[in-house]
Each structure stands twice: as structure tokens, then as C-alpha cells.
């Protein structure tokens, strides 16, 4: 798929068909999200992949019970790991990267067939607790995972020259 149509094509979806994600497609989107840049190429993030039952169940009841995410057959939480990090504010390089990591998965699911949904409305010490992260790793996004069981309405996106300012 050519960049463009991924990124024209990509959409939230919060309803996820009782699919597995293959093997093949979770490496290939986990391979993606380790070549996004990073600052000072330190990659300081951490990636933990929630396939189980239980623990997607525990993920989902963290984010104030937004279902699709324990529905979803896989999720992504991308957390900060700041220690890694040489430069000063290592905490901002370091959700910096964590948020191009996740960018990347979302866009490299997109690209494969696979549907996600950014999820940054979470308990952190609960999904702390669920991942079992060690101290210092703070998580900053969960991205749910899967096949679509629905096709939701566009959104709508402001106009350029709403968003756009232009410095010479």
C-alpha cells in the first residue's frame, strides 16, 4: 500500500472482529515501530505486547472501561523509559519517541489490512500494574489492535488554512 492511502485510509475503530492478528503481521508492525526515529537514537521507549485474555480484560478495565480495548485480540502499550535517554529533558525525548514508535504501528497495522485505535484516556498506574513495568517505565499509549467489525464515519479534519501558519 503507497503511503498516502494509508495515511487517507487510516481511521480510529473501536469494534474488532474475534480474529487473531497473525504472527507475521504483529512482527512486521513491531519491526515498524523500531525504526521510527528516536532522539539522539537513544529509544527510549519500551513496547509491551497484551495478547491474553486476562491481561486485555485488566488493560480495558484501566481505561475507565472502554471495552474495544480488551476486545481487541492484541494491544500495543508504548511506554517511556527515560533512563535511557542521555539528553536533558529525557522525560519529554523520551515520550517524543515513545509517540513516533506508536505512530508508526498504527500506520504500519494500517498498511497491513489491521485496524487500531490510539488510546491515551488510561489509568497509568494500573496499566503499570497489568504490564508489570518496572519503576521508571510510564506508559503513554495503548494501541488496540485487529480486524475491523465495523467501518466507522470519517471524521472530519480542520482546514489547512485553519491549521496551518505560515513564518517567513
Known amino acids: 500500500m503507497r503511503f498516502f492511502e494509508v495515511v487517507e485510509i487510516r481511521q480510529s475503530v473501536r469494534k474488532y472482529a474475534e480474529r487473531a492478528v497473525e504472527p507475521g503481521k504483529l512482527q512486521a508492525i513491531l519491526e515498524a515501530a ?30 475507565w472501561e472502554q471495552d474495544f480495548v480488551g476486545q481487541a485480540p492484541v494491544s500495543l502499550v508504548f511506554c517511556t523509559h527515560p533512563a535511557r535517554c542521555q539528553y536533558a529533558p ?12 506508536c505512530t508508526f504501528a498504527m500506520l504500519a497495522a494500517t498498511a497491513l489490512g489491521l485496524s487500531s485505535c490510539w488510546v491515551g484516556a488510561f489509568k497509568a498506574e494500573a496499566v503499570s500494574q497489568v504490564l508489570g513495568c518496572s519503576p521508571g517505565i510510564v506508559p503513554v499509549a495503548i494501541l488496540p489492535i485487529g480486524y475491523a467489525a465495523e467501518e466507522p464515519e470519517r471524521t472530519t479534519r480542520r482546514e489547512l488554512e485553519d491549521l496551518v501558519h505560515r513564518v517567513s
Open 90 to 101: 529525557a522525560e519529554t525525548y523520551a515520550l517524543e519517541d515513545a509517540s513516533i514508535a
Open 34 to 63: 523500531n525504526r521510527a526515529p528516536s532522539a539522539g537514537n537513544c529509544q527510549s521507549y519500551e513496547i509491551y505486547v497484551v495478547s491474553g485474555a486476562k491481561s486485555r480484560a485488566a488493560l480495558a478495565a484501566a481505561t
